[in-house]
């Protein structure tokens, strides 16, 4: 019986040739039967893929021969299912691109990377450091949810700063207008799923004189597997790809509120009408509701 998997993985990393990285990936996920997505730059490469597990494990030892690559925290967790064809069920294709950026700040010429990672980003802390970090500043210490707003609706820690973020983008402009100067003389920890988009969003702090800035090492994904549901994480951890959210246990806190009639839940689901890119957090019974009804939710968005 196939066993579907899917994994996590980014790496930054000084490339000299993205465009042979995105060559070599296509053709090793095509031969292995992969699908995903996969986004490389200059800087180096993030993404995410699903398959069956042998062909898994094949992809991560032929990633991990690359020098540059040796060394990714690779995340796995369960898929949904194999297809007749041996494909993954979760996701519609494999994508591999070469883009500016890795992660969609839109401030590529902000990031330095050499080959130990980002220069000048927060001070990494794995989950049983933050634990340390709570019990000797308790509530002095900010939580600063680092994805789009959406994600936040149906998890996130206990009593974080969430964002109005529609797309990653929106961080930028919101840390220039000021909006969070008053966090700059506070313990900031900043998390996101895997950690990526916090290993770019903590060096922007930082260059913007937040004085104590940390990172979620390995994300929301490694707190989960440490802790579960018995720790600072409530609710569902919203993900790319056709799962739509994961739970760390089976006493999951459900947190999202629907659009339509305000009910618990944890789905979230893209706007009925074709030409509407949005997306909202929304129980099965008021899923069909057309978009003209959900105008104060949140929009859709693909980061990783």
């Not at 929106?170 to 000021?178: H, I, N």
């Not at 799923?193 to 929301?220: A, H, K, N, P």
């Not at 739970?247 to 009910?263: L, P, R, T, W």
Request: some cysteine; overall charge negative.
């Amino acid at each position: 019986m196939p066993t579907p998997k899917i994994v996590l993985f980014y790496a930054f990393a000084p490339l000299a040739d993205p465009d042979a990285i995105r060559l070599w990936q296509r053709d090793l996920g095509e031969a292995l039967r992969l699908r995903g997505r996969i986004i490389i730059s200059k800087d180096g490469i993030n993404g995410t893929l699903g398959g069956d597990l042998p062909a898994l494990k094949k992809w991560v030892r032929r990633f991990r021969d690359h020098a540059a690559f040796k060394d990714a925290d690779i995340k796995w967790s369960e898929g949904t299912g194999i297809d007749a064809d041996g494909f993954s069920v979760d996701f519609p294709k494999l994508s591999v691109k070469v883009r500016d950026e890795i992660v969609s700040f839109g401030a590529p010429g902000e990031l330095r990377v050499d080959e130990h990672g980002v220069v000048g980003g927060g001070e990494r802390l794995t989950p049983a450091q933050l634990h340390e970090l709570m019990d000797e500043r308790g509530d002095e210490v900010i939580f600063f949810d680092g994805r789009n707003a959406l994600e936040a609706e149906i998890g996130r820690f206990r009593n974080a700063i969430v964002p109005d973020t529609e797309t990653t983008r929106d961080f930028v402009r919101l840390l220039d207008s000021g909006a969070y100067d008053d966090l700059k003389g506070k313990p900031v920890v900043t998390y996101c799923t895997g950690g990526i988009r916090c290993e770019v969003l903590s060096s922007l702090m930082v260059s913007r004189g937040f004085g104590e800035v940390y990172q979620l090492e390995g994300g929301i994904v490694r707190y989960g597997e440490a802790y579960g549901d018995d720790g600072l994480w409530e609710g569902s951890l919203y993900v790319f790809d056709k799962r739509g959210s994961v739970d760390f246990s089976d006493h999951a806190a459900v947190i999202g509120e629907c659009v339509g009639c305000g009910a618990s839940t944890s789905r979230t689901a893209n706007c009925p009408d074709a030409s509407c890119r949005r997306q909202f957090v929304v129980c099965a019974d008021c899923g069909a509701v057309p978009c003209t009804e959900h105008a104060a939710a949140a929009p859709f968005s693909a980061s990783a």
